[in-house]
Structures are given as C-alpha cells and as structure tokens.
C-alpha cells in the first residue's frame, strides 16, 4: 500500500488541471494549491482513503499556516474557495486528528486575519458547523477536552462577528453545553475560560442570557469571581466580563441583588483596589466596576448599592486614582455609577409651572396649555411615580454608550416621505375679502408721492454709459482697502474731517461712515459724477456702487481699538457727551436702590451698591465712602442707543409681572469690546469633578448650608442681612430667575421660570448679583435645563455686565467663567413636565466666576440680551436719523400682542427719484423681500443679526441704496414680544411655540403669526411673492451661521425612494444665496446647510411660507450661541460685532443675488457675471452640502461621562449627519439660477 506522501506524488496531468480550474486565485507553484485540492477531492468524490490521509493533508495545511504569512493571505484572499474546502471537511469528516487540526487552520486564520477573516467565515456558514460539531461532541462520554478547547476558542473568536449568534446558539441547542462544562470543570482553567469567552457572547443577546440566568450562571460566575490572587488573572478578567453581560438583564440582575451580590461586588472592588498598588490589574477592577453598573440598570439594584454604602466607597476610591492618569476609567466609571444612584430630588419648588400667570382669552381644546389648564390644582407636578419609574432612563443610557458602535447608516425617521405633501400648493387659505384688510401695509403699491418732498420732481432723462462695466471683487470682511485706492478710483476724495469729527465717526459701525465729497474737485471728476446721479437704477449698476461692495464690512479694528483703549468719553473734554443721574448710594446691606426716573408707573434703575473705587476714581473716594449722592455718568457714545428715551419707552411696555426696575446693561446700552473672546479650552476632567462636588452633598450632608437666597415664589421673603451672601434679581424686562439656594460659602443653586402657561423651556437666563467680594471664585449651577445637550460643553461661555465696568467707560458685555460644563443632574422632571415621558431627569450649567471688583452690581445672561423696548428704541432712533428725501421709511404696528405690547412692522425701500410716472412704475413693480426674526425669545442673536440688517439697510452706504432701489423690504424684527418681555425661552404667553403655529395660527392666541402669515398671503393674492422669506433663528447646538432651505429632490434623495427623485427635475435657485453668503459673510458656513424638509417642521415658518405661499427661498438663518470653527472667526466666540455683521452681509448676498437672477437689469457684460457664478460655485464645493444635525454635532469627550442621556427631548433639532451627500447632477450644476426651469413633479 502506497504511503500518502507517495499517493500524493502519483496525481496525474488531469489532476493538475483540475487544481488551476477550481483555484485560480492561488499560484501555481503554491505548495498550497496541491493539498486544498486534494482535501476537495476528498469531499466531492467521496473518496475512501485512510484517515491518515486526511489527517497528513491537513496536518501539512496547518503547518504551512502557522509558518508562511503568505499561505495565510492566498487561503483567505478575495474569491479563495480555500475556507469553503476546509469547512466542507470539517462537516464531513469523523477523524477526530482530522478535525482538530482544522479548527487549529481556523482559529491561525481568524486570530491573524482579525475581524474581517471572522466575518468571512461566518459568511460561509462556519457558525452552524461549529455549533452542530459542538453539540455532537458534547455527546461524547465524556467529552474530548481538547476538541472543547479549540472549539470553544474558536467560536468565541467569530461569534461576535455574526449578528445571529445568540439565536443560531438557541435553536441549536449548545447554550447549556458550555455552562455544563464549566460546572463540571471550575478547577480546569485550560477549558473554562474559552467556555466562558462563549458564554460572554451568547449573554449579549436578552433571550439568552434570560435563559443562562435560571440554569444557575449567575451564581457560577461568583464561584469563579473572588478576592484579591495573583493567579489566574485572566480566567477572573474573562468572568467579570461574562457577569456584566448577564447582568445587563432584569431578570438576572434582580437574581444577583436577591443573593447579596452587590454586596460581594463592592467588597471585591474594594479589596482589588486595595492590593493592586501597582494598578497592574486595571482591567478587572474596571471588570467589578462594569458588573456594579449593570446591576444599578434596576432600581432594586441602586436601593443595595446605597444600602451598601457604595457612594462613599467609591466615592472615596475615585478620589484615591485621581493623582494616576491612567486610571481614568476607574475614576469615570465609578462617576457614571454614582450619577445613576445619586437619589432622585425633586425641585425645591411648589410647582413647575412658571411663576407668573397669564389668564388666555381662549383654551385651546388639546395639546400641553389644555393639559396645563385642565390639572386639578391639588396635583404635584413637580415630580410623581413615574419618577421611580425603575429602567427606563438607565436603558437610554446603555443604548447612548453602545451607540459608537451601531451602524453609521443613519436612518431618520423625520424626513418627509410622502411626495404629494413635498409639493408646493399654493394655498391662501383665507378669503380675498378678508385678506383685504393688509391692503393698508402697503401704501407703497398705491401711493403717488405728490405730497412728498423728493429729490428730483421733475422727470429725469434715461441715460446709460457704456464705461460702467467693470469687475465685481467679492468683499471679504475686515479686509478693508485703503481710503485713498478706492477714492482715487472713484475718482471722490473724502474731506478731511476734524479730530472730533473723525472720533465721533469710529462710534459709529464702519458701514454707516459716508463718504463725503470734496468742494475742490476737478471739474471732469464732478461732470462725470453729475452724470453717474442721473443714472436709472432700473436701468443700469453705478460704478461707486459696485467699488461699494469691495468695501464694506463693519470694523474698523484698529482705529476702533484706539478708540476704546483711551476711554469712550473723557467728562472733562466733552460733557454734552454724559447724561448725568443722581442715585442715592444706599448702604451696602440694603437690598435695592434707585431713585424714580419718571412719574407715573414708577420704573428704577436696578440697585448701584458698590463700595470700592477704582484707581481711575480714587479721586471720589471720600465722596463713595460718606454716602453722598453718585454721579452716574452714561457715555453717549452709541449712535441708536438713548438712555432717556429707553426710559420713555419702558413706560409703555406692559409686562405680566408689572415690572418697575430697568437693568443697568438695557440702559447703558452695550458696545462689542476691543478685544477678541477666544471659545474657552476645557479642562480635562472638569464634569467629573463638578459631579464629584454634587455627590459629596450627599456624603457630607452637614457641609450644606442650603440657605434660600431669592424666591419669586414667596415675595414676602426676606434677603439674609449677612455681607458674605450674595444678592440676587431679575424682575427686569428679559429677566429670568426664580430661586436662588446657598449650598456652600461661595457656591449657589439657581432655578429658572418656566415660559408662561408652561412647565418647562427653561434654558434663558438674565439676573443680577451684588454684594461680591473680588479674588474669590463663585460657582453658580443652574440646576433645571432641559436640553440634552449644549455648547457650554464645547468652549461657550456665559456673558458678564459689569456696571462698575461700565462706568469707567467699559460699557460692554464680556465671554466670562471657568470651569464651565453642562450635565445630567439628580434632579427628576416628572412626566407632567417632560411631555409625557418617563424618568428624566434636569440637567445642569455650572461655571464659575471672580469678579474684578468688590460690591459691583454684575448681570449675567445666557446670550447678548435684547429686549423688546431696546427694539422700539432702535427703530425710533433709525427713523429719526434717516433721509427722508432719500430713504422711504414706514413703521405700522402689525398688531396687538395678548398683552397688550403692538408689534412692529417695518418697511423699508428707496424713495421713487421723482414722481414722474416710470419712476413710480419702477418703485411699485420692485420685489419684496420679507424678513422676521425672534420668534423664540431666548435666541437673542436672532435680534442681533437684524439690528445689523436694519442699520444697513438705512445707512447711506452705495450699496444699501442701489439694494434699498432694487428691493422694497418688510420685516417683522421681533414675532414674539410677549415672549421677549417676560423672560421666556420659547413660546409666547399661549404656552406655545409659535414657531410651531403658522399652519393654522389662531387669531386669538397667536395674533402676530396670523397676520405675518396674512400679509404675505396678501402678496400671494396680488400676485407679488416675495423673492427671499428669512426668518432669522439662533442655534443652541452648532458653531458657525448657516441656513435651512426647502427642496423637494434633496428631501427625496434622503427617503433612498430612488425612484421618484430620478425624474424629479428641480430649481436650484435655492442654492444660490447661501452659496453667495459663504463667499462674503466669514461667519456662514455652507456645509452646515440643510435643504431637508423634515415631518416635524411642516408648521414652521420656513415650510409653511415654502409649500403653502409658494416662495421657493423660504430659509432660517440660524446664528451660533458659540462661536464659529471656520473661517476667519475660527476659534472665537461670536460676539454682536459679528452678529451685526452678519446682518449687513445677508443684506449684500440679497444685492448678488439680485445681479445673479436679473442680469439684464444691470447694464454689465454678461461674462463678468459668468465669472461671478462660476466664483461662488466652485468655491462653495463641500463634501456634505446638504447635512443633517444631530443632537451632538462635536466630538466626543476623552472623559467617558454620558453628557445626554436622552437624545429625543429637543424640539428643534434639524436633522442627523452622515444621512448621505447630495450632489446636484452636472447639467444642474450648468444652468444659471435665471435658466432653471421650475420644479416637475411626476
């Protein structure tokens, strides 16, 4: 009989041609091509040959495995049937050498290849190979232990690649055999520790580790689990493991509470951490720290572990591996525990709802304000049993930590799906009659001007010059050009003004500077600018206007600089420039002061109570110190800031509160500061610490001093007359304040007011503090946020008014805090206040502040604030300073507010150059461009960005007058006034979003979206839609400014509904002012936009003005809370500066946009506009143009802390990220936004 060596050498020819047939992947000099083919022989033709042969054969493929890297590459290489021979042998042979030296070949495969040879071998069905060999081994009395060994250890190596695992497990029936042989083998180490690699796998899935649970596995692994050894570490590591994935189940958890496991867990923990001085074995304290965390997933398992003491163990073992940096994840683990057993509080408040009451005019029938309304008075709705609910957070928080490792193929559920809702319908929804009643807004469509004193009156000839073509250069903020390039270009020389003059101009932003003519210039120069004056502006671009837009910007940061260094007001050289008022200085333990600035309804300054100077004052020191009456001294340096007539106005603004005190910032007016506010770096592991201070409350309960300093709810209470607590208040316009506790010496606990008719929206701030002492630092928490999540985790910073700042000149809010994070707290929102849901919980901002001066009257707030008589002001002062022969300005009251406070309407375009009939054609027939902002009263920037649009647009810039002559514009700068003056964070006295409203707004309740919405239905009827709806936003969550858009194709493209976006042809239009924003705003960022329409926004402004008016730019501009991380304000925090700049830019992207859709309005050579286009598009190119918006759109934090637990409680997420890219096809790409025909819909 020939040996296998010799049968091996006898193949013949056809053998060999057989082999290059079925293996054309491998060389055919590969010594491993002849075996594998044998092996196939053996398998496919059934071959009886001796079990030596098999056994030699795989023997050699084994050897060459383990020896040759490059038999290991050919055997798994793509398309390889090498896996498929070797499984096939497996399943058909009886040899037991034979088997074993192929589960050898697998396991050398998988554990060189990693994860992706794994899933290779599970797609070939090697899982239920396994798994029916291991349940035909088991049979053996008793089992070959080897054969269990390699099995085992094989299967536990490829079963967390397929996702069936646990089921194929289940229904095979092999889930017992490996608890059995762990039973029946604890002293053999060898085997029980691949048995219990397996076991971890199969108690990932629930049904299975259920089923392990009450087959006595829990119980096991304690037996295995024990105190400190040096001995057998990694059989401990792999038991804890298991425990912990067991655990994770309710059922088993409750087992192991029942027995006393936890305990035993903490003992262990405690002793591990005791000898294990060298932190050698990290990994299985961290072990005993995962099995403690699954445990306290139940309540009954948070109820052992603080029956245990297991706060203060742990408490007190973070605190020892602090000082060692790599046991980091002790120390975050052990703080993740301690956060979830941290008893559940309830606010120290008698009720959730807000402190104020506004008695509605109408209920509505359904939704939260009738739930608000219909509650029996006798009802908690602080907290109530659902609050004890046992897992329903916790299991939030195991899905949020295993998120990383979900698939990225982002599915949101919110995008609209349906086509026929994506159409737009244009719909008035009311009748032409009623509609009528807006007729009155426009007076500019039916007025003939003879009564008005215009400039030209007499008809002017049209004339056009071919020499006025010229290039258009994208401005590029802050870059501003020289005075003398420009002018001399222009062919102007700007008039040297006197130092005053030039003083009093740098007060102003840049782009209200004119620029002045020169009496002496030559006469050429004044013919040829006499003639550019009688240049139509339907007809034809001047050249100063197009050099305009190279120039504009808002800073002029050297000269401004200067400025500010020196003083914004000298008292000696200028005091026409002060407006002087006396407040008598009260002592420094009384609460308030201020004396009465008007009769009537008595209104006050906020209280001034500082008892230090500084150097600069140290003149007037005797005079502070004598209690003599304070000068206070208001720099008039801000050119639509008026401290007397914000006075005047405050008068008649009606508050639900009745406010009478008028805070000092609102007064004093702010001006951006002269310095840049970098986004603050985090300290690495500042949550944890905060978190551990929160915990010590309840360790050294006896440190808390718990001392109510402020209470809205109890007016009669009385402030501590102590000199070491500080003062709170906030019964201002805006304010929001409602409880302030004393926990430690210089640490306070703050609690804001709900919005009115709510229970909740509490995220605005705005209060005062006094009575500090400089050189200590003071931490304030505010303790009931309800957002998962915010940009105080991502370098944002709160803002800081110092009046004695203030008075020394510095009248400006600044970025202040350290230590600054924001977290889950202990602090339960019950299912009243959390819509329903169950077990959530507050969270918490906290920072800390030194203040530079001692019994300084300071004012914190969440963003720059803006309230809604700096407005009346602002337009009042706006409208006093324009050219009425040159700017056609109307201010109308919308409408009345709930209660009682009218709301703005602005209108605003050039006035006709005559009254001649073609000039009043041309003014009537300009598009409308309508603008809104601050319907939600806590996103102040909104407010920020207008004042800068509306400066712009009433300056006498060039270029605001050829865009004020191309446009007429009408804005609604604030929707939600009630809001604003109360302190809300959202909605208006309704209760409601209104932002939420604008499907079916009701007259009664919403009056300012019912007729914002019927004024531009009234456009829609007479068959005037606006070019542009803005409704400008402020984002809590993201950096940079950026806009959301409509379109049915994207939105589509989203869905994966292939289908029907393949026919779907669409006007890119929508693109283009973005696009133009990101080249000339330096704050924009493009590749945040999204132009999804998403189920939940059908009923907001952008949607409702898009599907149901039929504006195809319908947009929200959102503007950070934060900063920005691009551009040129990359890693700064935004400040008004830039918000207003933002303002003005939108305003110049309106211009562009005007040049890019109607290029034959303009007198310029069509290739310049070409070149334009070309500019914006090839440098707008983004690897995302359309994105989603998550929750959390920043990295992830080294520290492993859950920041936020709960993903699904914000109402104004835009959508998720990595939903996919969408790029418009070339021949979309091609056409001008003039070409593009309107949308197809099949």
């Not at 929206?761 to 957002?787: A, L, T």
């Amino acid at each position: 009989m020939l040996r296998p060596l010799e049968k091996w050498a006898g193949l013949d020819k056809s053998t060999y041609q057989w082999q290059a047939e079925t293996f054309p992947c491998l060389t055919n000099n590969s010594r491993i091509v002849g075996l594998l083919a044998q092996l196939e022989k053996i398998n496919s033709e059934s071959l009886l040959v001796e079990a030596d042969t098999a056994r030699y054969v795989t023997s050699k493929i084994l050897h060459l495995a383990q020896s040759q890297e490059k038999t290991r590459k050919e055997m798994t290489a793509k398309g390889s049937p090498a896996i498929e021979v070797i499984l096939s042998t497996l399943e058909n042979t009886r040899d037991l050498q034979t088997t074993l030296n192929i589960l050898n070949i697998l396991i050398e495969l998988v554990s060189v290849g990693g994860g992706r040879k794994a899933s290779a071998l599970v797609s070939k069905g090697g899982t239920q190979i396994l798994l029916q060999l291991l349940l035909s081994a088991s049979k053996d009395s008793p089992p070959n232990e080897e054969l269990m060994v390699q099995l085992h250890s094989l299967l536990a190596k490829i079963g967390p690649k397929d996702k069936k695992f646990g089921v194929k497990a289940r229904i095979s029936g092999t889930l017992n055999i490996s608890l059995n042989l762990v039973k029946q083998s604890l002293q053999n180490h060898r085997l029980i520790l691949p048995c219990l690699q397996v076991l971890r796998v199969y108690s990932t899935n629930s049904v299975n580790a259920v089923s392990l649970g009450k087959n006595g596995v829990v119980e096991l692994m304690f037996k295995i689990i024990g105190p400190f050894s040096k001995k057998n570490t990694g059989l401990m590591k792999v038991a804890l493991d298991t425990l912990a994935a067991l655990l994770k189940s309710k059922t088993n958890a409750r087992r192991a509470v029942d027995r006393g496991y936890v305990h035993v867990l903490l003992t262990s923990y405690v002793d591990w951490h005791r000898h294990d001085s060298r932190h050698r074995h990290m990994l299985i304290r961290k072990g005993i720290l995962q099995c403690i965390k699954s445990v306290t997933n139940i309540k009954l398992g948070r109820k052992a572990f603080i029956d245990a003491n297991g706060m203060k163990i742990l408490y007190n073992t973070s605190q020892d591996c602090l000082a060692v940096r790599t046991l980091d994840p002790l120390v975050n683990t052990s703080s993740l525990i301690m956060r979830k057993c941290f008893p559940k509080n309830r606010l120290p408040l008698p009720t959730i709802k807000s402190v104020f009451h506004f008695q509605l005019p109408v209920i509505p029938i359904s939704g939260p304000v009738a739930q608000l309304y219909s509650l029996p008075p006798e009802v908690d709705d602080v907290v109530d049993e659902s609050d004890d609910n046992d897992d329903i957070e916790t299991e939030s928080e195991i899905e949020n930590e295993n998120e990383d490792d979900k698939d990225h193929l982002f599915k949101n559920d919110d995008i609209e799906t349906d086509i026929n809702k994506l159409k737009p319908r244009q719909e008035l929804g009311r009748p032409t009659e009623e509609l009528k009643m807006y007729e009155q807004f426009f007076p500019e469509l039916s007025d003939n001007f003879k009564d008005y004193d215009l400039v030209f009156k007499e008809p002017k000839p049209f004339a056009s010059d071919a020499n006025l073509g010229g290039p258009i250069v994208v401005p590029t903020a802050g870059e501003e050009q020289s005075v003398e390039a420009n002018h001399s270009v222009m062919g102007i020389t700007v008039k040297e003004s006197h130092h005053l003059q030039a003083e009093e101009c740098n007060k102003r932003p840049a782009f209200l500077d004119l620029p002045k003519n020169d009496r002496n210039k030559d006469n050429s120069l004044q013919q040829q600018s006499d003639q550019k004056k009688l240049l139509s502006s339907c007809q034809c671009l001047s050249y100063e206007i197009v050099k305009g837009l190279d120039r504009i910007t808002l800073q002029n940061t050297s000269k401004n600089e200067q400025y500010y260094k020196t003083g914004c007001v000298m008292k000696k050289e200028s005091k026409t420039s002060l407006t002087s008022l006396t407040c008598n200085k009260p002592c420094q333990h009384v609460s308030s002061c201020g004396s009465v600035l008007f009769e009537g309804r008595s209104v006050q300054l906020g209280k001034l109570c500082f008892t230090g100077v500084d150097p600069e004052e140290e003149d007037d020191s005797s005079s502070h110190s004598s209690g003599e009456q304070v000068i206070l001294e208001v720099p008039d340096i801000l050119p639509l800031h008026d401290p007397d007539l914000y006075i005047e106005i405050v008068k008649n603004t009606k508050s639900v509160p009745e406010y009478s005190e008028v805070a000092y910032p609102d007064y004093f007016g702010h001006i951006p500061p002269p310095f840049k506010e970098p986004i603050l770096e985090r300290p690495y592991g500042v949550q944890r610490t905060k978190i551990s201070q929160d915990i010590e409350r309840l360790i050294h309960q006896n440190d808390i001093i718990d001392r109510v300093i402020y209470d809205l709810d109890n007016p009669s209470y009385s402030v501590p007359e102590e000199g070491e607590i500080l003062k709170f208040n906030s019964k201002f316009e805006s304010g929001n304040l409602r409880k302030v506790i004393q926990i430690r010496k210089n640490e306070y606990d703050l609690i804001l007011n709900s919005d009115i008719n709510s229970n909740h929206y509490h995220q605005w701030f705005y209060f005062e503090v006094s009575g500090m002492r400089p050189g200590i630092g003071y931490r304030f928490n505010i303790i009931n946020c309800e957002k998962s999540n915010s940009q105080f985790n991502y370098g944002m910073q709160p803002l800081m008014y110092s009046v004695q700042e203030a008075l020394n000149s510095r009248p400006w809010w600044t970025r202040v805090g350290t230590d600054i994070c924001y977290y889950k707290n202990h602090f339960a929102r019950s299912s009243i206040a959390a819509g329903g849901q169950k077990g959530k919980s507050y969270y918490t901002i906290t920072f800390t502040v030194n203040f530079p001066h001692k019994d300084d009257v300071c004012y914190f707030a969440y963003h720059y604030p803006y309230t809604y008589s700096t407005l009346r002001m602002h337009l009042q002062k706006l409208e006093s300073m324009h050219n009425p022969q040159q700017i056609y300005f109307r201010q109308d009251t919308l409408c009345e507010t709930l209660s009682g406070n009218s709301c703005p309407l602005v209108t605003i375009t050039a006035m006709p150059e005559s009254n001649y009939f073609e000039h009043i054609c041309q003014f009537r027939n300009r598009p409308y461009i309508f603008l809104s902002a601050r319907v939600h009263p806590g996103e102040t920037n909104a407010s920020w960005v207008m004042k800068g649009t509306l400066e712009y647009l009433m300056s006498n810039n060039p270029t605001a007058q050829s865009l004020r002559e191309s446009y007429i514009f009408k804005i609604v700068p604030m929707l939600n006034p009630d809001g604003v003056i109360n302190g809300n964070h959202r909605c208006s006295l309704s209760g409601e979003d209104l932002n939420r409203q604008w499907q079916n707004p009701n007259p009664d309740l919403h009056p300012t979206i019912y007729h914002a919405k019927g004024l531009l239905q009234y456009l829609a009827a007479i068959k005037r839609l606006p070019l542009v709806y803005c409704d400008y936003h402020g984002h809590s969550r993201k950096k940079n400014v950026f806009m959301y858009g409509c379109s049915i194709k994207e939105t589509v493209w989203h869905t994966n509904v292939s289908a029907a976006s393949c026919d779907l042809i669409e006007d890119l239009g929508y693109r283009t002012l973005p696009k133009i924003l990101s080249q000339i705003a330096p704050t924009f960022s493009m590749s945040s936009c999204s132009f999804v329409v998403e189920k939940s926004k059908e009923s907001t402004a952008r949607v409702v003005v898009w599907r149901e008016i039929g504006v195809q730019r319908s947009y929200t501009m959102e503007s950070t809370l934060c900063g920005c991380d691009q551009g040129k304000y990359k890693g700064l925090q935004i400040g008004t500066r830039e918000l207003e700049e933002m303002g003005a830019k939108f305003c110049v992207g309106l211009l562009r946009l005007k040049r890019l859709t109607s290029p034959l309005e303009f007198n310029l050579p069509s290739c310049l506009l070409d070149i334009e286009n070309e500019l914006i598009e090839s440098s707008c190119k983004v690897t995302s143009p359309t994105t989603y918006v998550l929750d959390e759109d920043e990295p992830r934090f080294l520290e492993e802390v859950d920041y936020s637990a709960e993903s699904n409680d914000e109402q104004d997420i835009e959508l998720a990220d990595n939903a996919g890219n969408y790029e418009p096809s070339v021949q979309e790409e091609g056409l001008s936004d003039s070409e593009m025909t309107r949308t197809h819909l099949p």
